[in-house]
């Protein structure tokens, strides 16, 4: 079981460089989330999706860009990198409002640098 | 701004021990109350959750207990073993219902 695959797990990125974090999951979940951690802060929610062709604006979306093509996959786009996005980012689905218990399922992370 | 604050940052416990951590919110329309665990260099993962209309909630080792007049929960570790250590993450579901209004605490690192 794959469950939800992001890559890449490190990247360090030049201030002003743009680049994906991808994330894919093989549950067949209408729900995925992109959330950065950074030490001591919990978990911050950028961006999430409801289904494909539907995005919406978390807690911390500034600086980031998100689409949802398919139920499958869900990019975090990240322009002009910033030293204030080093983070870990972290991807995570759910099952839809009929059946679900309320449980994300997380990505291992993808660790950012922006130097 | 809806907010779930958890304390202590960090704790220590003995092989043994009982290792308590504390969540308070504010916002009385939360409606699902999820403990994640986090391995170090992995994602966190659903540990234990409870709905407001249940005090308590037993899973082995691990209680919610959940006192809705203070707005207040907490996860209780029994028997802290050194498996245990982790990072632990209280969380609260949004009024609008639906996973994608999950709010986290800061986070414990339990040792």
């Not at chain 1, 911390?60 to 869900?74: A, C, I, L, M």
């Not at chain 2, 809705?68 to 073993?81: N, P, V």
Request: proline residues 6%; glycine residues 10%.
């Amino acid at each position: 079981n794959a469950g939800v695959t992001q890559t890449p797990k490190f990247r360090i990125l030049k201030i002003g460089q743009s680049m994906t974090l991808q994330c894919a999951q093989d549950m067949n979940h209408n729900y995925m989330y992109w959330y950065r951690q950074d030490p001591g802060m919990g978990l911050k929610l950028i961006y999430y999706s409801v289904g494909a062709g539907i995005t919406d604006k978390g807690e911390v979306p500034n600086g980031y860009n998100v689409s949802r093509s398919t139920t499958e996959d869900f990019p975090l786009r990240l322009e002009l990198a910033a030293p204030s996005q080093t983070s870990v980012y972290f991807c995570a689905s759910s099952p839809s409002e009929g059946g679900h218990t309320g449980e994300l399922f997380f990505g291992e992370g993808s660790r950012l640098t922006v130097l | 701004q809806q907010q779930v604050k958890q304390s202590p940052q960090s704790l220590i416990v003995q092989k043994g021990g009982i290792s308590i951590i504390n969540c308070a919110y504010e916002n009385t329309a939360f409606d699902y109350f999820p403990w994640y665990q986090q391995f170090p260099g992995k994602g966190p993962a659903l540990l234990i959750a409870i709905r407001p209309d249940v005090s308590e909630k037993k899973e082995g080792r691990f209680t919610i207990s959940f006192n809705k007049s203070a707005k207040q929960f907490s996860l209780h570790i029994m028997d802290s073993q050194p498996g245990d250590s982790a990072t632990y993450f209280c969380a609260a579901r949004g009024p609008q219902g639906g996973s994608e209004k999950l709010v986290f605490g800061k986070g414990t690192k339990l040792t």
